[in-house]
């Protein structure tokens, strides 16, 4: 079981908006820790999108966006295309380790 | 660029030690911190414990016990040995350089995973 929570599925048509959240505690985002997302295509290495809650890394169209609010957080992919499939990762500081969220997995109808 | 390129043995027997080395090319590699994370067939990521700078570690608590990871920075690599495995340990591991902003800490670069299987 995961210490922050995602929703294990979403999907979408393409050219629509989709968001996954990620919930954590009082112990973690509640504390100030801020959260990341990762992209993992099949058989790769997962990859940086959001850090910071909302700075996207290098290279990452703006249509993905990350916001934070208290417990909680949520990436929004906005013009969803079909090479956005993939699984999505939430990560976060709780006490003293790293933790990730269960993975969500985007699927473009 | 930074590049992080890992190996070690694919197939480790039960009750015996995996034992997986990470090289890192370019960037600084006494300024960071270096993490080990693994991800099992079909699950999620997990973080599996971390050295920094001053050789110092940070474990996962639940793989405390069996865990031991170091570096070398005459060679800028950096190690992880889990004692007494079982197939709960199988999975792709991963090498990954944790950066920092304000409080957050991520993980921008990752080696190429390797995927271990624990076997008789």
């Known amino acids: 079981q995961s210490v922050l929570t995602q929703p294990p599925s979403v999907s979408g048509a393409p050219g629509q908006k989709v968001t996954i959240s990620c919930t954590g505690s009082s112990s973690n985002l509640g504390t100030g820790y801020g959260v990341q997302w990762y992209q993992q295509l099949p058989g790769t290495a997962p990859k940086l999108l959001i850090y910071a809650n909302s700075y996207r890394s290098s290279g990452v169209p703006d249509r993905f966006s990350g916001s934070k609010s208290g417990t909680s957080a949520s990436l929004a992919i906005t013009g969803l295309q079909a090479e956005d499939e993939a699984d999505y990762y939430c990560?976060?500081?709780?006490?003293?380790?790293?933790?990730f969220g269960g993975g969500t997995k985007l699927t473009v109808l | 660029q930074v590049q992080l390129q890992q190996w070690g043995a694919g197939l480790v027997k039960p009750s015996e030690t995996l034992s997986l080395t990470c090289a890192v090319y370019g960037g600084s590699f006494s300024g960071n911190n270096w993490s080990w994370i693994r991800q099992p067939p079909g699950k999620g990521l997990e973080w599996i414990g971390e050295v920094n700078h001053f050789g110092s570690t940070n474990y996962n608590p639940s793989l405390k016990s069996r865990l031991t990871i170091s570096m070398d920075t005459s060679k800028n690599q950096f190690s992880l040995n889990l004692s007494s495995v079982t197939a709960a340990d199988t999975a792709v591991y991963y090498c990954?350089?944790?950066?920092?902003?304000?409080?957050?800490?991520?993980?921008?670069?990752w080696g190429q995973g390797i995927l271990v299987t624990v076997s008789s």
């Open positions: 990560q976060s500081y709780d006490t003293g380790r790293i933790v």
């Open positions: 990954a350089r944790e950066d920092s902003k304000e409080e957050s800490y991520f993980y921008l670069y």
